[in-house]
């Protein structure tokens, strides 16, 4: 097997053995010298595809199309490149043209639930605010696959000016998440430009940034990008780590530089079929992440979009996965699996029961050795009656500091002051005859 910088060093001299290896951690560079199709794919990893397969691949690229920088693809390791993490993430396969009924091209709804473009709100007091919607990679695994590579919908500066003003004239929104493509695609300039604009906003209290360059291309995370994003603290930065062969030198430096900068880091992983759908290999990879100031934050259920058949599992092995993990290993290396729900509910928390039964003053649980324990329940808990008039409550929250929201689900049926008894289906037969009536 070849070492990383021997790997990094043949791709170097096959890009242009002009150039000195210095460029390598030039993000520029990196950008220019992505991989965008499959000769030049064959010729820096020294591989060769049958003129079959070759064939399928090209008909892959024209619908969903590659990218690959220079420093992602030095990653695969050629000799097993098919069973490979990194090259199942990034190179395409012919697979991705299966199409199965349930799939959709925007599972999420997210183009539904868009009041002005680029703007997804689907939380009460919070939105996703797509500022760009290229990437340095291009994954496979792309929930948002559909806009992949789509030159026609890049946002332009009007729209984020519109993203901007409908955050300005919703009170409600405090935590604005910029995502994509990836928001660091962006110039240092423009980013510190939205950012000044957002910060500017006295209704926004967090401002998070959503990005895959840690992985992927690490050297954008470069002294002066860190120096601005933190002019416009507090800023938190999700990137995706997938794989622990991800967590290289170079990402961790760049990780590093984030943590340093304070920026609260964490990570969305998603759970993909032959990549990581095994509790070891996910568990060393929150590993990694917690010793680089990582915190896992999401295992998603990969979504149900077109061309994602193949790395989809059950959730019955997101659920194994945390059952090997909750327990066995520190609380703030597992992060919470999650499904986003089709049609747009959101994410929904999943995971293996611990409560096993009750009584009126007791509760049974188990642990994560099987151990089953009782928690007895206090006799003498008088619970506050909450009618929301927190002016006269003896609870300590001063009322000019609590955001007022409309209470939905079950959240409304838990409550004292809501009257509300059951959420109810309107499209019943029953409900129809009461309409009717
Ligand atoms: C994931 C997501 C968010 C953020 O959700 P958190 O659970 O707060 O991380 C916000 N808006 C949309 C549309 C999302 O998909």
Redesign the pocket.
């Known amino acids: 097997m070849q070492s990383y910088k021997r790997r990094q060093q043949n791709i170097v001299d096959r890009i242009d053995s002009e150039e000195p290896l210095a460029k390598w951690n030039d993000w520029k560079w990196q950008l220019r010298h992505s991989v965008n199709d499959i000769d030049t794919f064959e010729t820096l990893l020294d591989i060769k595809f049958e003129a079959e397969e070759r064939e399928a691949l090209l008909k892959t690229l024209e619908k969903f199309p590659l990218s690959i920088t220079p420093y992602y693809l030095s990653l695969i390791e050629a000799e097993d490149f098919r069973n490979d993490p990194i090259f199942m993430q990034s190179f395409p396969s012919p697979q991705e043209l299966i199409v199965s009924c349930d799939e959709m091209a925007d599972p999420?709804s997210?183009d539904h639930?868009s009041p002005v473009p680029g703007i997804?709100h689907?939380?009460p007091d919070?939105?996703?605010f797509h500022i760009s919607n290229v990437c340095s990679m291009y994954c496979r695994h792309c929930t948002r696959k559909r806009k992949v590579g789509d030159v026609e919908s890049i946002p332009q500066k009007d729209e984020v000016l519109q993203g901007i003003e409908y955050i300005a004239n919703n009170p409600q929104v405090r935590?604005v998440?910029l995502s994509g493509g990836d928001p660091l695609m962006l110039s240092d300039e423009y980013l510190d430009w939205i950012l000044s604009e957002l910060r500017a906003i006295p209704h926004v209290e967090v401002i998070r940034i959503g990005s895959r360059m840690p992985v992927v291309l690490p050297y954008r995370i470069t002294d002066n990008l860190v120096n601005v994003l933190k002019k416009h603290h507090p800023v938190w930065l999700n990137t995706h780590f997938n794989h622990p062969r991800e967590v290289t030198a170079s990402s961790k430096q760049a990780l590093k530089k984030l943590a340093d900068a304070g920026i609260p880091l964490g990570n969305q992983t998603v759970l993909l079929a032959g990549v990581n759908d095994c509790y070891r290999i996910l568990k060393k990879l929150f590993h990694k992440l917690v010793e680089n100031r990582v915190r896992p934050y999401y295992l998603y259920q990969c979504d149900l979009s077109e061309g994602l058949t193949h790395f989809r599992t059950s959730v019955g092995k997101g659920i194994e996965i945390m059952e090997n993990l909750i327990g066995h290993t520190s609380g703030f290396a597992i992060p919470s699996y999650v499904i986003?729900a089709p049609g747009g509910g959101?994410?929904i928390p999943v995971m293996p029961n611990y409560l096993i039964s009750w009584s009126t003053n007791k509760v049974i649980l188990r642990n994560y050795e099987g151990v089953i324990t009782s928690y007895k329940e206090p006799d003498s808990y008088e619970a506050i009656y909450c009618d929301r008039k927190c002016d006269d409550c003896a609870l300590q929250l001063k009322l000019d500091e609590a955001r007022e929201f409309r209470y939905v689900g079950i959240a409304k049926l838990l409550s004292d002051f809501d009257d509300a008894l059951s959420l109810v289906p309107e499209d019943t037969e029953r409900m129809e005859r009461r309409n009717i009536a």
């Open positions: 999420l997210e639930d997804t689907r939380y919070r939105v996703l935590d998440l986003d959101g994410k």
